[in-house]
C-alpha cells in the first residue's frame, strides 16, 4: 500500500462521508484520543508530522498534501461552528501520552498545545487529560468520536460508522461517560499542558 491509495480511500470511504455530513450538525460531539490530538484539532505543521509518522507509506508531497487539507479543512469548520451562535457541546479526552508526544519536533508541539488550551477556554468546548499515573483505561482502546449518537472509528484496516441504532454505539457512549470521569479537565488540564511547554 501507498500513501496515495490512503487518500483514494479517504475519499471513497463512506464511512468518511458519513461522518463528514454528521460532524457538520451534531450538537453534541465527543472525541477520545489516545495516541494523537484528534484530526479536526490539529494545527497544520502537527498534522503534518503526524499524518507522515503514523502512516508508515510511501508518500508524495502532494499526497501527504492532501490529507493535511482534509484535516485542515474539518478544523476550520469545526472552530466556525464553536465561535457560531448555535455552538454544538465539544468534549475532548486526551491521554497524557498525546501531549508528550512530539511530531515535528518541540516548536510544532509548543503550536499545538498553546492551541489546545486556547480552544479549551470557549464556553462550549471542554479538553480533558487522563494522567499517566491513572494507568491503563478503556480509552487506550483506540480513537474514537461520537456526533450525537453516530460514532466514527477510524482504523489503519479502514474507517467504520456506528449509527445510533447500533447495538455497540451504546457501548462506545458508556465509555466516553467512564473516560469523561478519569479526566483532569478545566484549569488542571490547562495547567498540565502548559507546564509541558513552559520547559
Given at each position: 500500500m501507498t500513501m496515495g491509495k490512503?487518500?483514494?480511500?479517504?475519499h471513497d470511504s463512506d464511512a468518511f462521508r458519513r461522518l463528514r455530513d454528521v460532524e457538520k450538525v451534531a450538537r453534541r460531539i465527543f472525541y477520545n484520543s489516545p495516541d494523537y490530538v484528534p484530526g479536526p484539532l490539529?494545527?497544520?505543521?502537527?498534522?503534518?508530522?503526524?499524518?507522515?509518522?503514523?502512516?508508515?507509506?510511501?508518500?508524495?508531497?502532494?499526497?501527504?498534501?492532501?490529507?493535511?487539507?482534509?484535516?485542515?479543512?474539518?478544523?476550520?469548520?469545526l472552530l466556525s461552528r464553536v465561535d457560531g451562535e448555535d455552538?454544538?457541546?465539544?468534549?475532548?479526552?486526551?491521554?497524557?501520552?498525546?501531549?508528550r508526544r512530539a511530531p515535528g519536533?518541540?516548536?510544532?508541539?509548543?503550536?499545538?498545545?498553546?492551541?489546545?488550551?486556547?480552544?479549551?477556554?470557549?464556553?462550549?468546548?471542554?479538553?480533558?487529560?487522563?494522567?499517566?499515573?491513572?494507568?491503563?483505561?478503556?480509552?487506550?482502546a483506540g480513537s474514537f468520536e461520537?456526533?450525537?449518537?453516530?460514532?466514527?472509528i477510524e482504523g489503519a484496516d479502514g474507517d467504520r460508522i456506528l449509527e445510533s441504532d447500533s447495538?455497540?454505539?451504546?457501548?462506545?457512549?458508556?465509555?466516553?461517560?467512564?473516560?469523561?470521569?478519569?479526566?483532569a479537565w478545566g484549569d488542571e488540564a490547562r495547567n498540565l499542558m502548559a507546564k509541558l511547554i513552559s520547559g
Open positions: 490512503k487518500v483514494d480511500d479517504l490539529q494545527l497544520p505543521a502537527f498534522a503534518r508530522e503526524t499524518l507522515l509518522g503514523i502512516s508508515g507509506l510511501p508518500a508524495s508531497a502532494g499526497e501527504v498534501a492532501e490529507l493535511v487539507r482534509v484535516r485542515t479543512e474539518r478544523h476550520a469548520a455552538a454544538p457541546e465539544v468534549q475532548v479526552v486526551l491521554d497524557e501520552a498525546v501531549l519536533g518541540s516548536a510544532t508541539m509548543r503550536q499545538q498545545i498553546e492551541h489546545l488550551i486556547e480552544i479549551s477556554r470557549k464556553p462550549t468546548v471542554r479538553i480533558g487529560v487522563i494522567l499517566l499515573e491513572h494507568g491503563p483505561h478503556p480509552g487506550l461520537i456526533h450525537d449518537g453516530v460514532v466514527f447495538a455497540w454505539t451504546g457501548i462506545f457512549q458508556d465509555r466516553a461517560a467512564d473516560l469523561m470521569t478519569m479526566a
